[in-house]
């Protein structure tokens, strides 16, 4: 079966950094994206990755290993409205949407 | 980019009613999802509803319970029939996320209907 794993929830302090992983497990590839999702609202893009390696998007990172089949998500320099959940989601090999149930970042001040 | 309108943003509903929930995007796109999301959980592809052909249903979901239209290249209903409280969820359309031969097909969201059945 196809699994997208990611911590529940996770707490960081404002300024510091914190890194969200996420491992999969699906029938094929073709790409890992972010996406970060405010309480009571849709979903809203942060990242791609499709190679491995880091994808560096001002304070947004993303890194790729495709043979571990693991990504991770770094944020920089926390602010409280950081605050929300973040989703990992892998495009499987019939280009369909497998979503990780999200780690819900809590920030502190 | 893409815009996606859906209404109703929340609402209330009886155990044994309907609910038909709207989504109107600002271009024409071929496929539109609709996803289910309970509190904690990720989100759940319902179906994909496909312009001048019927919707095509995942698994675990059906036509009767989930009746979806999709009259035009831009806007799509989806209907939550028969409600229990099992429906309690949260109901997101999209476009993007899946394009056979694309290499970045972002997902665009609508911002969702709560739905709270009692």
């Known amino acids: 079966g196809q699994n997208i794993d990611q911590p529940t929830e996770m707490t960081a302090t404002e300024g510091a950094i914190v890194q969200i992983n996420c491992t999969y497990q699906?029938?094929?590839?073709?790409?890992l994206f972010w996406y970060q999702q405010h309480a009571g609202e849709a979903p809203t893009f942060l990242s791609y990755n499709v190679l491995d390696g880091l994808e560096e998007k001002g304070r947004f990172s993303s890194f790729l290993s495709r043979s571990k089949g693991y990504s991770y998500l770094l944020l920089k320099e926390l602010q409280m409205k950081d605050s929300a959940s973040y989703l990992c989601?892998?495009?499987?090999?019939?280009?369909?949407?497998?979503w990780g149930a999200g780690t819900k970042l809590i920030i502190k001040p | 980019s893409a815009v996606i309108s859906q209404k109703p943003s929340r609402d209330i509903c009886q155990r044994g009613t309907s609910l038909t929930i709207q989504c109107q995007v600002d271009s024409q796109v071929t496929m539109m999802f609709w996803y289910r999301q309970q509190p904690g959980q990720s989100l759940t592809l319902i179906a994909t509803a496909n312009q001048g052909s019927e919707a095509t249903y995942e698994s675990g979901f059906v036509i009767d319970k989930f009746p979806i239209s999709r009259p035009n290249l831009t806007f799509s209903t989806l209907t939550v029939s028969n409600m229990s409280p099992e429906d309690s969820s949260i109901y997101l359309c999209?476009?993007?996320?899946?394009?056979?031969?694309?290499?970045?097909?972002?997902?665009?969201f609508g911002q969702g209907t709560r739905l709270t059945v009692v």
């Open positions: 999209s476009v993007g996320g899946r394009s056979r031969g694309r290499t970045n097909t972002e997902a665009f």
């Open positions: 699906t029938s094929g590839f073709n790409g």
């Open positions: 989601a892998v495009m499987d090999s019939n280009y369909q949407l497998i």
